[in-house]
């Protein structure tokens, strides 16, 4: 099996395959984890995963840059039912617009919009940093086994993915108000939190995205 991580001017491209390398090897298994700004090589993969890191508007526009690669990438989750994991930006780029720095499209594969953090509590600072605690039902899908209400995640981030329909959401932490953590609809997923900088948590959660046949 292949997985293909895209390499579209950002992302920590490195951290990210190498967490799925280890995940990979501690799971016994032979997947080729494969970095790649080819849209073929996108399009033929068994895991595509879209990492971020930046602002949403530059996210976009690097991914639009890469030859054919939108496409390649609905072809693969679309037409060919392939399981696709975002992450950070990656995720945010699932919605329907990002309102970070003006409007701007995002890829419309899960409903809704990416808006600022704006938390209950004044103390809290943005961008929210640091660990938090993930809220959901215990079991409630496949990406979420093994892991318990609580356990912990690595967040960096100044806006979240409001989704139109709570079903898309998976997982939530709490700064001042619930945040959405993690989201799935269908065969795409995405985790607002870093699974490369989570430990335990997200190494789990990459074993269960290399095992997910959904």
């Known amino acids: 099996m292949t997985v293909a991580i895209i390499d579209y001017g950002s992302g920590n491209l490195r951290s990210v395959a190498k967490a799925f390398e280890r995940a990979v090897a501690e799971a016994g298994r032979s997947d080729a984890v494969v970095v790649t700004d080819q849209a073929e090589v996108v399009r033929a993969a068994d895991r595509v995963v879209l990492p971020g890191v930046g ?14 690669m939108v496409e390649a990438m609905g072809e693969a989750v679309f037409t060919r ?25 995002g890829l419309g594969w899960i409903p809704g919009a990416v808006v600022p953090l704006a938390p209950s509590d004044p103390a809290l600072k943005i961008p929210h940093m640091g660990w938090n605690e993930l809220e959901f039902e215990s079991g409630a899908h496949p990406l979420l086994t093994g892991i318990s209400p609580h356990d912990h995640a690595y967040f960096v981030h100044s806006y979240h993915f409001a989704v139109a329909d709570a079903a ?14 993690i989201v799935a609809r269908g065969t795409v997923a995405g985790t607002q939190f870093h699974p490369e900088k989570s430990q335990a948590t997200g190494l789990r959660l990459i074993t269960n995205f290399l095992c997910w046949t959904p």
């Open 55 to 68: 602002a949403f508007g530059d996210c976009r526009k690097g991914l639009d840059a890469v030859p054919g």
């Open 81 to 105: 039912g392939r399981p696709f994991l975002g992450i950070c930006v990656g995720m945010q780029l699932l919605a329907d617009r990002g309102l970070e720095h003006g409007s701007h499209p």
């Open 168 to 181: 898309d959401r998976l997982a939530t932490v709490d700064y001042g108000g619930p945040i959405t953590a």
